[in-house]
């Protein structure tokens, strides 16, 4: 029997299998929030409506409804209210939905080798073209038919 090499099942678990419960429940969990979270990636995309109060604290006015659910905190923020504006549009999340719709661009790479070199593609070219001259008249598609596991012609 032989010592070393790969054996089933050893090594570390990748990283899908060991956290497959956990993201199967994220994933659920996005999907069941899913419209509610694209109308959020829209709000970013527009920019959000902002309240900044006297002391410098910056409260998206869409969640405002939670504090104004508390009549006492509700009226302290609108005692100190100094400015309210718009956040300029978020370009990621702009992004993000011309990305879902249209697909994401391709995105082109240079590879270089060692040292910045041009790299070397090898080819494995059986024969060469004075043997390819050589051939008998049909020898060229009967290879051909047999690399691509085709019955050669009659």
């Known amino acids: 029997m032989g010592h070393g ?17 956990k993201i199967v429940k994220a994933e659920k969990r996005i999907a069941d ?8 990636m829209f709000e970013l995309s527009n920019g959000v409506p902002v309240v900044q109060t006297s002391d410098g604290i ?6 405002l409804h939670q504090i104004i659910n508390d009549p006492d905190r509700a009226q302290e ?12 549009p978020d370009r990621q999340a702009i992004q993000y939905l011309m990305d879902r719709i249209m697909g994401k661009p391709t ?19 059986t024969l060469k073209i004075q ?24």
């Open 5 to 21: 090499g790969q054996r089933p099942g050893a090594g570390r678990p990748r990283k899908a299998v060991k956290y497959e419960r």
């Open 33 to 40: 929030r899913l419209p509610e979270l694209v109308d959020k």
């Open 58 to 63: 910056e409260i998206m006015i869409g969640m």
């Open 77 to 88: 923020i609108v005692d100190r209210i100094h400015e309210v504006f718009r956040t300029p």
């Open 107 to 125: 995105e082109r790479k240079e590879l270089t080798g060692e040292n910045g070199e041009s790299i070397k593609v090898e080819t494995n070219v």
């Open 131 to 154: 043997e390819l001259m050589n051939l008998e008249p049909g020898e060229l598609a009967r290879m051909y038919s047999e690399a691509l596991g085709e019955s050669p012609a009659p």
